[in-house]
């Protein structure tokens, strides 16, 4: 029986760790995570706890984290910690259930076997509960804020940790049982209720600063409006005086001079006028409320700059099946990176943005603008901290590929052609 409680318990409940891991995050292991598994990890954390006993759990803790958060970033480390809290929640449930058992059933394979099972379905309950709050997480803003992950990270590590120092190892009394479950549930609730309010707090937060930003754009569309409609206004009032300005020309028959004046002085205020409408044309066709206010704020900033942009939809699009706060970000990461690139361009700065409709299959969203010669290739620009500006400014592009990553209908393809920097985001109306 010493054989089960150190070689073959240990083992079991490593798998079922990683069972659970899978379940909660939605993770699909490849290959080299199975070697990473049974290969190292299970071996290693068998061999100390052998030697060491429950001492090995930090050192399972340290290697499972690691491989996890190579594998989904921070999310991943939370879903990891929570995972290992909810198998040491499924350990004492079960080290009671198994009390109750030896009290009728005095043997030990039995003892084994029940153990095994009640484990076994425990931690799998536990795990398909706490993935419908990790699938809500993972659909919300908060999935994206490392702040809010790191915070929760802690806390549940904390209480990982105070649950480990205070677990029993063995089993004991059915009466210390019921009185240690009564702690454990006061416990639990109280850091359910301080993760739910850290929650509300950091949403109302954001959700703030949104509105704050929302306000601001919308302010610097109105005022825009407003310049335009003064300068429509100001034509409308000066225009009989502009074809006064004409008629001697036409008297004295000097086409040659009218030609000269016509060239000079009315065709340039007919261009100002047009590139002042065209650049918040062009949207009609965008009936996505939240979208279409953030385009015309990067719009009317692409024109504060003198930047060319040019918009296209030519198919009413009513929806886009992606979270908006997702879909924000992205389209402002990407027109963010055009308008930039392009305060760098000497000549002919041109930005292109079009959504194009897919019938009932999908809609791309399409970005292209001019960059310079030494850009660096594609896949150094999505790394981890990379930066082409001073003081370690990025240009987002990880965090961009981080959250077409984190949608499994949105496709990512960034290419560079023909001197122009050329981003596609298809996002597909079903995720099969």
């Given at each position: ?7 073959i318990i240990p083992i079991f409940q490593v798998i079922i760790l990683f069972c659970v891991i899978k379940i909660i995050s ?17 071996p290693v954390s068998s061999l100390f706890y052998i030697f060491i006993g429950p001492e090995t759990i930090p050192i399972l ?372």
């Amino acid at each position: 029986m010493e054989l089960y409680n150190s070689v073959i318990i240990p083992i079991f409940q490593v798998i079922i760790l990683f069972c659970v891991i899978k379940i909660i995050s939605d993770l699909k292991y490849n290959k080299l995570d199975y070697i990473s598994i049974f290969g190292i990890i299970i071996p290693v954390s068998s061999l100390f706890y052998i030697f060491i006993g429950p001492e090995t759990i930090p050192i399972l803790l340290v290697s499972t984290l690691i491989l996890i958060y190579i594998r989904s970033k921070f999310l991943g480390l939370v879903v990891a910690i929570l995972s290992f809290l909810l198998m040491y929640i499924s350990n004492f449930f079960t080290l009671w259930i198994s009390a109750m058992v030896e009290r009728v059933i005095h043997n030990e394979y039995i003892l084994f076997i029940s153990y095994s099972l009640f484990f076994t379905l425990i931690s799998l309950l536990l795990a398909f509960l706490t993935r419908f709050f990790v699938k809500k997480l993972t659909s919300s803003i908060l999935s994206l804020n490392k702040a809010y992950l790191t915070l929760i990270g802690i806390i549940l590590l904390s209480t990982f940790i105070t649950l480990y120092m205070y677990m029993p190892k063995n089993i004991i009394s059915y009466g210390d049982f019921k009185y240690l479950a009564v702690i454990y549930v006061i416990f639990i609730i109280t850091i359910a209720i301080l993760i739910v309010t850290v929650s509300f707090s950091i949403i109302r937060e954001i959700q703030y600063k949104r509105n704050m930003k929302e306000i601001e754009n919308y302010y610097k569309y109105t005022l825009q409006i407003e310049k335009i409609n003064n300068e429509m206004r100001k034509f409308r009032h000066d225009y009989v005086n502009i074809l006064t300005t004409m008629s001697d020309y036409i008297r004295e028959n000097d086409m040659a001079g009218l030609r000269s004046y016509f060239n000079d002085e009315i065709l340039p205020m007919q261009d100002s006028m047009q590139m002042n409408t065209v650049k918040i044309n062009g949207t009609e066709n965008l009936r996505v409320r939240e979208i279409k206010g953030l385009l015309t704020t990067k719009i009317l900033q692409a024109q504060e700059k003198n930047i060319s942009i040019s918009i296209e939809v030519p198919e009413p699009i009513e929806k886009i099946n992606m979270p908006i706060i997702d879909l924000s970000r992205v389209i402002g990461i990407i027109l963010d990176n055009a308008i930039e690139a392009s305060e760098s361009i000497t000549e002919d700065a041109l930005i292109r943005v079009a959504f194009i409709k897919n019938s009932d299959i999908s809609v791309t969203f399409i970005v292209m603008n001019k960059c310079e010669d030494d850009i660096p290739r594609v896949h150094t620009l999505f790394q981890e901290n990379f930066s082409t500006k001073r003081g370690n400014r990025g240009l987002g592009l990880f965090t961009l590929k981080e959250i077409t990553d984190s949608n499994a209908n949105v496709l990512l393809d960034t290419t560079i052609e023909n001197g122009y920097f050329v981003q596609k985001v298809e996002i597909l109306n079903s995720q099969s």
